[in-house]
C-alpha cells in the first residue's frame, strides 16, 4: 500500500450536509440505499469530480436529483465510486448497494455477532456499508431508517435520538428512524440490529435535562449491567464538574457484543462495546474487571465530546481524540479511587506498553507523520504517551489555565474538524504561554533519557542540580532536539520532610522546573542539611530517568518521600538495579537493602494497602528486558526474578503471613477501591507465601481457591496455584474449566492464565488449547487470551531459543490474516522488541517476520507490521 502523508492533506472537494439512509438488515444481502446532499466545499481543488469510498460493496444503481444515472456517466469499483459527468455545485445523489454481514469476518463495517447485527466504522469501516467521502473532515448530519425482520431483530439502534418506529405492512419486518442533529463525521455512525434487552435507566443534566439510558445485552445478561450503567452515571456527572460539559442527545444507548475486535467504540449515542467491559458480576469479573469497565464506559462517554464535538481533521490527528480522552478517563478514575494507586498503575502500562514499543522499530511520534494503514496506529504511544503529553500541559500551565485552555478549545471547535495546532493554540492563548517547543512532543518519537545528578555544597548551604537529556535515534528520525520537560521535585530533608525550594533567589510558588536545554543546572539555596532529591515526582514527564542517587538514598525515599509515586518509585529503582546486576551475572547481589525497605512498606500501618501492593510488587520480566535493553536473555531474567522473589519471600515469611490473615475477611464483596486495593495486597502475599511451593503453602492457595466467593480471590489463587507444577494446579485448572465453561469471558481468563506459564510444556499446552471447543480464531477476545498472552506474557517460551514460539505466533498470524487483519497484525505487533534480544533469539525472531514479509497477498494492516518490524 502507497503511504498517506500528513504533508499532503489538502480539504475535502466535496462536503455531504445530510445523509439520509435507509438499511434493510439480511443475513447475507443487507441492502443500503443512501441518499447524499453533496455540495462543493469552496475551500477543496476547484473542478474535482466526486469521488466515494467503498471497500466490497456490491452496486444496484445510482441516481443523480432523482434521476437514475447511466452506467457512462459513473465508474464504481469495489474501492470507489467517481462521477464522470460534470455536476451542479449541489445536488443530490443516491446509491443503493448490498452488503454480506455474515460473510464479514474482519469485523468492520456492518457484520454479525452472536447472531446480532452490529457495526464498527472507525477508521475506514463506513466504505464497507455505502460509498461515501469516508474521511474525518466531511461531516453531516444523519437521518436513518433500520429495518429488519421482527423475529429476528427485535432491537433496532442507531445514532441519536429515535423518531419513529412501526411495523412494515404485511411482511414481519418492521422499522426505526433515528435522527442525529450533531454533524459527525462518517467513522462515527453506528447501527445495531437484534435480539438484545435492555437494561434501562435514566439521568438528568446539571441543567435540567432529562436522558434515557440503556445498555442492551444478551438476554439473560441483564443482572451483569448493573456496574456499567453506574459508571456510565458517575461518567457524565463527572464531566460536567471536571469540565463543564453536558451530555447533548435524549439518549445514550450502549449496546454489549461478544465479538470486538478492540475495547469500544464511541459512535454518537450509541457506544458499542466488547462485551468484556460491559458485563461483570463478582463471581465472574476480578477487581482488575471492574477497574476497566469504569474506564472504558467513561472513555468512551467523554469522546462526545473529546472526539465527538469535536473531531479530528484527519487521522494523523488521532491524538487529538485519544490522548486527550485517555487523559481524561484517567482523572476520571483518579478521582472515583486512589489518585496515586492510579498513577502508578498508569505509568506501569505506560512504560509496559509505550516505552517498550517507542524503544523498538515500531517507534512513532505521538502525532505520526505517514501511515500505509491507520488501523495500526492506534497505538500505545498514541494513546498513552498521547495523555501525558496532555497531562504535562497542565503541569505547565496549572489547574485553571488548563481548564481555560479546554474551555476555549471546546467553544472554538465545536462541530469542527480541529489539528493539534488548534489545540495548542487554545491553550497558547487562554494562558498567554508560548508552546512551540512544548509541541515538539507530538512530532519526535523515543523516550528522552535525563541523566540528574544532585551535589549538596555544605559551605554555600546550596544544592546543585544537573540535569542532561538526550533521546536515542528512533526509526525515520536520526536527529534529535531536546524537548520540553516539567520535571516535579521536592528535596528532603534528614527529618524526612520537604525543605522549602529556593532557586535563583526566590521560593518557587510551584515545585515544578521547565528543562528546555540538552544541559541545564538549577542551584537552590538555603539548604542546612544534604537534601536527597526527589525528582519527576508524579512522573511528571515521560521519560528514562537515571540519577545518582545512592541505594541507601533510594531506602530513604521509599520511607520518607510525600510522593507516592516516587515511594513506589524508589522501590522499583531498588530492584531493577539489582535484577539488571543479577541477570547479567547470574548471581543475585545483596538485596537486604531491598528487603529492608520493603519490609518498612509491608508494616506501614499508615499506607494504604493498595499501594503497599504496588510497591511491593516486583518490575515484569518484560520491564527488566527493556532496562538491559541489549543482549536479553529471558531465562536469565526470569531466573534472576524468581530468585529476588524467594529473597523477599523467605526473609518477608512472617509480616507476609501476618498481613495475609489480617486482610482476610468474610464480608461480602464489593468492587469499591479501598476493598480492592485489600484483595490486591492479601493476593499478593499469598504470591509471595507460595513462592516456595511448600505444600503447606499450596494447600493454603488451594484453600482460598476453593472457598473464594468472588473471582478476585478465585482467580489469584488458581494465578499462583498455575506457577508451580502440581496435582494442585491440574485440579484448580480443570475446576475452573468445569464451572465456567458456559461463560467466555471467564474462560478468557482460564486461556490466558496456561498461555502464560513459564514452562517447556506450555507451547503444547497453547497449541492444544486452540482445538478445545470453547476457542475460536474467529473471535478476538479468545485470540487474545490465548495467543496474545502468550506472545507477550510469557517471554521465556514466546522467545524460546528453538524458535518454536517464534514461529506458532507466525502460523497463527498468517492464518488468521485472511480473515481479520486486524487482529492478525496486533498478534503480530508481539515482535516489537525483538531487537533487544540475545543475536540466537533475535536471529530467529528476524527469520519469523521475514516468512511473514514475504507471504505473497498479505493484508495492508500485517504487510506494514512486517515491514516495519524488520526496517
Ligand atoms: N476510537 C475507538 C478505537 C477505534 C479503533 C479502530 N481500529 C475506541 C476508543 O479509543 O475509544
Ligand atoms: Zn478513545
Wanted: with cysteine; proline share 6%; aromatic share 8%.
Amino acid at each position: 500500500p502507497v503511504p498517506v502523508r500528513l504533508a499532503d492533506y489538502r480539504p475535502p472537494a466535496w462536503l455531504v450536509d445530510t445523509v439520509d439512509l435507509d438499511v434493510s438488515l439480511h443475513p447475507t444481502a443487507t441492502r443500503v440505499i443512501s441518499r447524499l446532499a453533496l455540495r462543493r466545499n469552496p475551500e477543496g481543488a476547484a473542478d474535482a469530480p466526486v469521488v466515494l469510498d467503498g471497500d466490497g460493496l456490491t452496486l444496484v444503481r445510482v441516481a443523480l436529483d432523482g434521476a437514475p444515472l447511466a452506467g457512462g456517466a459513473y465508474e464504481a469499483t469495489p474501492q470507489s465510486l467517481t462521477l464522470r459527468a460534470p455536476t451542479a455545485d449541489r445536488f443530490v445523489l443516491e446509491v443503493e448497494t448490498l452488503v454480506n454481514p455474515t460473510a464479514n469476518t474482519r469485523l468492520m463495517g456492518l457484520y454479525r455477532s452472536s447472531g446480532n447485527y452490529c457495526t464498527q466504522c472507525e477508521a475506514e469501516g463506513f466504505r464497507r456499508i455505502t460509498y461515501f467521502p469516508d474521511r474525518p473532515d466531511v461531516l453531516s448530519v444523519y437521518t436513518v431508517r433500520v429495518e429488519a425482520d421482527r423475529a429476528e431483530a427485535p432491537v433496532l439502534l442507531s445514532n441519536g435520538n429515535l423518531e419513529r418506529n412501526g411495523p412494515v405492512a404485511d411482511t414481519g419486518r418492521h422499522y426505526t428512524i433515528w435522527h442525529d442533529p450533531w454533524p459527525k463525521p462518517a467513522y462515527l455512525f453506528a447501527l445495531v440490529g437484534g435480539n438484545l434487552s435492555k437494561v434501562p435507566d435514566h439521568f438528568v443534566t446539571r441543567s435540567g435535562r432529562p436522558i434515557e439510558l440503556g445498555i442492551y445485552v444478551e438476554p439473560g445478561k441483564e443482572s451483569r449491567a448493573s456496574y456499567a450503567m453506574d459508571a456510565l452515571k458517575r461518567s457524565m456527572r463527572w464531566d460536567e464538574t471536571a469540565f463543564g460539559r453536558e451530555y447533548d442527545l435524549d439518549v445514550f444507548n450502549i449496546v454489549a457484543v461478544s465479538d470486538f475486535n478492540m475495547g469500544a467504540m464511541e459512535n454518537k449515542g450509541l457506544n458499542i462495546f466488547n462485551d468484556k467491559y460491559v458485563l461483570a458480576s463478582p463471581e465472574t469479573a476480578t477487581d482488575a474487571d471492574y477497574a476497566g469497565i469504569e474506564s472504558v464506559i467513561a472513555h468512551e462517554y467523554f469522546h462526545n465530546w473529546s472526539g465527538n464535538r469535536v473531531t479530528c481533521r484527519d487521522w494523523f490527528q488521532l491524538c487529538l481524540k485519544e490522548g486527550l480522552t485517555v487523559f481524561r478517563d484517567q482523572e476520571f478514575s483518579s478521582d472515583q479511587r486512589s489518585r496515586p494507586v492510579k498513577r502508578i498503575a498508569d505509568v506501569r502500562t505506560l512504560k509496559a506498553a509505550q516505552f517498550t514499543e517507542d524503544a523498538g522499530p515500531l517507534s512513532h511520534p505521538v502525532r505520526p507523520d505517514t501511515y500505509r494503514e491507520i488501523n495500526n496506529f492506534y497505538t500505545a504511544t498514541v494513546y498513552e504517551k498521547g495523555a501525558e503529553v496532555v497531562r504535562m500541559l497542565k503541569t505547565l500551565l496549572g489547574e485553571d489555565g488548563f481548564r481555560a485552555g479546554m474551555d476555549l478549545y471546546y467553544d472554538r471547535h465545536d462541530g469542527d474538524a480541529a489539528t493539534i495546532e488548534d489545540f495548542l493554540a487554545a491553550f497558547a492563548e487562554a494562558t498567554g504561554r508560548d508552546l512551540s517547543h512544548f509541541a515538539l512532543w507530538y512530532a519526535q518519537s523515543g523516550t528522552p533519557r535525563v541523566t540528574a545528578t544532585g551535589a549538596y555544597d555544605e559551605a554555600a548551604r546550596s544544592f546543585r542540580l544537573d540535569v542532561r537529556q538526550e533521546t536515542a535515534p528512533t526509526s525515520g528520525q536520526s536527529e534529535k532536539k531536546p524537548v520540553m520537560l516539567p520535571l516535579t521535585l521536592g528535596l528532603i530533608g534528614p527529618d524526612g520532610a520537604d525543605q522549602p525550594l529556593t532557586l535563583g533567589g526566590s521560593n518557587m510558588p510551584h515545585p515544578v522546573i521547565e528543562v528546555t536545554e540538552a544541559e541545564q543546572s538549577f542551584v537552590f539555596t538555603g539548604l542546612d542539611a544534604r537534601p536527597v532529591l526527589s525528582l519527576n515526582r508524579g512522573f511528571s514527564a515521560p521519560i528514562n530517568l537515571s540519577t545518582n542517587l545512592s541505594d541507601e538514598d533510594l531506602v530513604f525515599l521509599a520511607a520518607h518521600d510525600a510522593d507516592p509515586f516516587n515511594r513506589f518509585d524508589a522501590m522499583q529503582g531498588l530492584a531493577l538495579r539489582l535484577l539488571k546486576t543479577g541477570a547479567a551475572e547470574g548471581r543475585l547481589p545483596d538485596a537486604t537493602p531491598l528487603v529492608e525497605a520493603a519490609r518498612r512498606v509491608l508494616t506501614d500501618t499508615t499506607l494504604d494497602p493498595a499501594f503497599k501492593a504496588q510497591a511491593l510488587a516486583l518490575p515484569g520480566e518484560n520491564e527488566i528486558a527493556r532496562e538491559i535493553a541489549t543482549d536479553v536473555n529471558p531465562d536469565a531474567v526470569f531466573t534472576t526474578r524468581r530468585a529476588l522473589r524467594a529473597v523477599l519471600a523467605e526473609a518477608l515469611a512472617a509480616p507476609l503471613g501476618e498481613t495475609y490473615d489480617a486482610l482476610t475477611t468474610t464480608s461480602p464483596y464489593s468492587p469499591d477501591a479501598a476493598a480492592a486495593g485489600r484483595r490486591s495486597l492479601r493476593n499478593l502475599a499469598l504470591d509471595y507465601l507460595t513462592s516456595g511451593a511448600t505444600s503447606e503453602a499450596i494447600a493454603r492457595a488451594q484453600a482460598q481457591y476453593g472457598a473464594a466467593d468472588n473471582m478476585t480471590d478465585r482467580f489469584a489463587a488458581l494465578a499462583v496455584l498455575s506457577q508451580h507444577d502440581t496435582p494442585a494446579r491440574t485440579e484448580a485448572l480443570a475446576d475452573f474449566y468445569r464451572r465456567f465453561v458456559n461463560d467466555p469471558l471467564v474462560i478468557d481468563k482460564w486461556l490466558s492464565l496456561q498461555a502464560q506459564i513459564p514452562e517447556e510444556g506450555t507451547l503444547e499446552r497453547v497449541k492444544a488449547l486452540t482445538l478445545l471447543p470453547v476457542f475460536s480464531m474467529s473471535n478476538p477476545n479468545r485470540v487474545r487470551s490465548l495467543v496474545g498472552a502468550f506472545a507477550v506474557g510469557n517471554p521465556t517460551q514466546f522467545h524460546r531459543a528453538s524458535g518454536e514460539g517464534h514461529n506458532f505466533l507466525v502460523d497463527v498470524v498468517l492464518g488468521l490474516d485472511a480473515t481479520n487483519p486486524q487482529v492478525a497484525a496486533r498478534l503480530l505487533s508481539a515482535f516489537k522488541s525483538f531487537r533487544q534480544l540475545e543475536p540466537a533469539r533475535r536471529a530467529s525472531a528476524e527469520r519469523a517476520l521475514q516468512r511473514v514479509a514475504v507471504t505473497p497477498g498479505l493484508s495492508a494492516d500485517v504487510a506494514d507490521i512486517a515491514i516495519r518490524s524488520l526496517s
